[in-house]
Every structure is written in C-alpha cells, then in structure tokens.
C-alpha cells in the first residue's frame, strides 16, 4: 500500500488497517517459527506496511497538536 492510499484513509480505518497489520505480521513470525513459512520476504514486505501506517498516524497526531496550539 502506498503513503498517497493510506492518507486517502480516514484515522478508523486507519488504526484498523494498523490492527489487521500487527496480526498479519504476528502470524508470519509464528509461521517462520514453526518453519512453515515460505515466502520469507513477506516478512519485510509488512514490518514495511506497518511502519508506513504508524508514521502517517504519528503525522497526523502532530499535525493536530499543531492545530490545537
């Protein structure tokens, strides 16, 4: 997902795209741990998704301290 798609989103959809993020990410490690995994690369593919989410999220928390000073 790109930064312009995940802006286009509203802070619900967000936080739950952030949600279903984590627990994706949770079940690949577990997959990796039991060794089933196969596509290792997923791995890094959604650490990246999650990190994209949480920066624009912190963004978007700053942005409104800003507008709230």
Known sequence: ??????????????????NDTREALMNLRF???MG???DTSALRQTRRELARLLTIQK??????KEGAK
């Open 59 to 64: 963004e978007r928390q700053l942005s409104a």
């Open 1 to 18: 997902m790109k930064a312009s798609e995940i802006r286009a989103l509203s802070d619900g959809e967000l936080v739950k795209k952030i």
């Open 36 to 38: 089933t995994l196969r």
């Open 31 to 33: 997959q990796l741990a």
